[in-house]
């Protein structure tokens, strides 16, 4: 099989699956990984698909990576992510949570934290951190996603109105390179901007994946963060934001 009709089979896979490894491209071409990881560099160069650690998903504006893939994908960064955030949250702390695979990690990595007060529009987080005794979780009511247990609406924005905590933890779809916020769902956005607007801390939470990655929907602008959790170096242009607008990058250690 020629290169050119190998990666457009590649294409073909990764539409229909939404998320794939290399492991199983190299069974199913029968080729060396070497020769995948190439196809999908060459792929990712041309936006015509995104290039993932371990393999490839889909490159969309419009929709999404499917929850399932989206839990496993940059698994260990965004654990690396959430244990360098939650060391800057002091127990007996106000905060909320967004909806996100990243920052379910980051409600895992607060049970070892004491006393805290949580308003979350997540049914995931309030899940995990339900089980402390000695913390107080609010669920923002509203309509519940079924995808991924996400909770959007009005409602929603109205409880979260009720708040201002101390700090606000913001997962996100992709970060532009002139600084905007990007995500998928117009109704999940206004739930973010309503935290960003009642936290007296905003702390913005990303796997380098997110840096450059396309959604249609403009949530607000890194300047709006005090801090940025991440597991690379950003872009020159990302870092050029955050010096100039005074925003903490923290990039979580190996």
Known sequence: MSQKLRQIKIIELVKAKGFITIEDLVAHFEVTPQTIRRDLNQLAEQKLIRRHHGGAGSESSTE?????????????????IAEALVQQIPDNASLFINIGTTTEMIAKALLNHKGLQIVTNN????????????????????????????????????????????????????????GS????????????????????????????SKFGRNAMVRLGNIDQANALFTDQEPPRAIQTLLNQHDIRLVIAPE
Not at 64 to 80: H, M
């Open 64 to 80: 999404n990576t499917a929850y399932s893939t989206r839990k496993i994908l940059q698994l260990s960064e965004k654990q690396r």
């Open 123 to 178: 049914i995931n987080v309030a899940s995990i951190l339900r089980v402390k005794e000695d913390f107080n979780v609010i669920i923002a009511g509203g309509i519940v996603r079924s995808r991924d247990g996400g909770v959007i609406g009005e409602a929603t924005q109205d409880i979260i109105d009720q708040f201002k905590m101390d700090f606000g933890i913001i997962g996100i779809s992709g970060i532009d390179n002139d």
């Open 181 to 208: 916020l990007l995500d998928f769902d117009y109704q999940e956005v206004r739930i973010a901007q309503a935290i960003i607007k009642n936290s007296r801390t905003v702390f913005l939470a990303a796997d380098h």
